[in-house]
């Protein structure tokens, strides 16, 4: 099971993704951002999303 963080671009998104990359491992963390060039830095997949687009999270999740 894989664990989506929003807004993995910005401090509190990004320190969350990096406790959960300790607990659980990167491979099980994806970042979800607007921007998910902003969020490289933590080494996991990254994927679009925007809070004012439902189309750009359903894509983002899978769904």
């Known amino acids: ?3 989506a963080v929003t807004s993995a ?3 509190l998104g990004a320190a969350i993704a990096n406790v ?3 607990a659980i491992g990167k491979d099980q963390v994806v970042g ?3 921007t998910p ?3 490289k ?3 996991i997949e990254n994927r679009r999303g925007n809070y004012n687009s439902r189309a ?3 894509t ?3 769904t």
């Open 9 to 11: 671009s910005g401090q």
């Open 37 to 39: 060039e902003k969020a």
């Open 32 to 34: 979800i951002a607007s």
């Open 56 to 58: 750009d999270f359903d």
């Open 1 to 3: 099971m894989k664990i």
């Open 20 to 22: 959960l990359i300790t």
């Open 60 to 62: 983002a999740l899978g």
């Open 41 to 43: 830095h933590l080494g």
